[in-house]
Nanobody, 123 residues
Framework: QVQLVESGGGLVQPGGSLRLSCAAS????????MGWYRQAPGKQRELVAT???????TYADSVKGRFTISRDNAKNIVYLQMNSLKPEDTARYYC?????????????????WGQGTQVTVSS
């Protein structure tokens, strides 16, 4: 299967910046979409941003103009640059990827999630 590991979370003051990273490992053949989601206590997990190619991106309205998603296809890494952070951005952030991986001599689909990284915005 394909494993995802996030990093880069932490505590930051309002107005500050953080960059999250998520690296995929395993017998990867190809990765289609990469995305970031977040879940605050007592709330449902919500989409933050997705990237399908290096230029096809989508963002939640709440983060447009502040967050930027990007990917390194050679390294199977997705990034989330978060600027002008607000207290309401506090949540656990999860990355998600889907694509195909090698299973024996054939290919199978995968849809994997990372374990999450905590982002806390507070003064």
């Amino acid at each position: 299967q394909v494993q995802l590991v996030e990093s880069g979370g932490g505590l930051v003051q309002p107005g500050g910046s953080l960059r999250l990273s998520c690296a995929a490992s395993g017998s990867i053949f190809s990765i289609n979409a990469m995305g970031w989601y977040r879940q605050a206590p007592g709330k449902q997990r919500e989409l933050v941003a997705t990237i399908i190619s290096t230029s096809t991106t989508t963002y939640a309205d709440s983060v447009k103009g502040r967050f930027t998603i990007s990917r390194d296809n050679a390294k199977n890494i997705v990034y989330l640059q978060m600027n002008s952070l607000k207290p309401e951005d506090t949540a656990r952030y999860y990355c998600n990827m889907n694509g195909k991986y090698w299973y024996g001599v054939g290919l199978r689909d995968f849809n994997s999630w990372g374990q999450g990284t905590q982002v806390t915005v507070s003064s």
